[in-house]
């Protein structure tokens, strides 16, 4: 039996996903999140084994104490992270016509605090949202992906496929699963206890690409762009037709991705300050 070899094995981890993980974990650290990697959602018995996401992260990024000093709102962040090292570029399609209501695609939790509390930030949210789309965000998600795969027939004069990837459809489909259970721990964890404290909850699906992302745009002409930052619609609730989006970030963005993420996330909290003044 063949034994593999000191380089071989350090060849196999630069190809995994490993030590991307790793590093993006650092950079959670780094700016403050605890975060945990290859954490254990719940256990599948259909598949029989437990269902992992590659990093979960959490920080608390504001808290806000109203004019009666009884009540206060809290606003905390998620990020349900996995993460790719992907030979060859994610291809995301330019979005030629999106219907949605943008601030359908953030996915977010209240729990507690007064009755009229919560229906204040519920009614102002979506708003406040779509102020920052807007504002911060010039273009909608795309709709459609596509990877690149070589055929086996070398002979072949055009040997490159864009390809739906089945691989990075089931990571869709996991970001979906892991936002739905982040979003119901958080109310099973919260919902009644501290009543006095208002919790927003934003949960941000995140896939972070060690390899390049690409823009397809086909107006007039197929033209392609390097891009650091795209996000993608996948559906989250079919029975409502809602779905959410998943931030594609490539790893040497990272960093200044989060600190972005967090700046938009505060234009939210002063719109919020503004209306519980």
């Known amino acids: 039996m063949d034994k593999i070899?000191?380089?071989?094995?350090?060849?196999?981890l630069n190809r995994s996903g490993y030590l991307l993980?790793?590093?993006?974990?650092?950079?959670?650290?780094?700016n403050s999140f605890y975060a945990e990697s290859s954490h254990a959602l719940f256990f599948n018995p259909e598949e029989n084994k437990y269902r992992e996401i590659d990093i979960l992260?959490?920080?608390?990024?504001?808290?806000m104490f109203l004019e009666d000093k009884f009540n206060s709102v809290a606003i905390n962040i998620h990020f349900v992270v996995e993460c790719i090292n992907n030979p060859q570029p994610l291809g995301l399609f330019e979005n030629l016509g999106d219907m949605d209501e943008p601030s359908s695609d953030w996915i977010y939790e209240i729990t507690n605090g007064t009755p009229e509390l919560r229906e204040n930030i519920s009614l102002k949210i979506h708003s406040l949202i779509d102020f920052v789309e807007r504002t911060r965000i010039k273009a909608p998600p795309s709709r459609q992906y596509c990877g690149f795969s070589k055929k086996k027939d070398t002979n072949n004069k055009e040997p490159?496929?864009?390809t739906h990837s089945d691989d990075f459809h089931k990571?869709?489909?996991?970001?979906?699963?892991?936002?739905?259970?982040?979003?119901?721990e958080i109310n099973r964890l919260w919902d009644g206890r501290r009543?006095?404290?208002?919790?927003?909850?934003?949960?941000?699906?995140?896939?972070?690409?060690?390899?390049?992302?690409?823009?397809?745009?086909q107006r007039d002409e197929l033209k392609i762009k390097d891009e650091l930052f795209q996000r993608l619609k996948t559906p989250y609730e079919e029975i409502y037709n809602r779905n959410m989006s998943v931030d594609i970030v490539q790893e040497n963005y990272f960093e200044q991705y989060l600190i972005t993420k967090q700046e938009w996330i505060t234009d939210i909290i002063n719109c919020i300050i503004e209306i519980l003044r």
């Open 21 to 30: 993980e790793n590093r993006i974990l650092k950079l959670f650290i780094k």
């Open 57 to 63: 992260a959490t920080k608390q990024l504001h808290t």
């Open 171 to 184: 990571t869709l489909l996991k970001l979906v699963e892991a936002t739905k259970h982040k979003k119901e």
């Open 160 to 162: 490159w496929m864009a």
């Open 195 to 217: 009543p006095q404290i208002c919790r927003l909850d934003f949960i941000i699906p995140t896939v972070v690409l060690q390899g390049n992302i690409i823009s397809v745009f």
């Open 5 to 12: 070899s000191n380089d071989e094995i350090i060849s196999a």
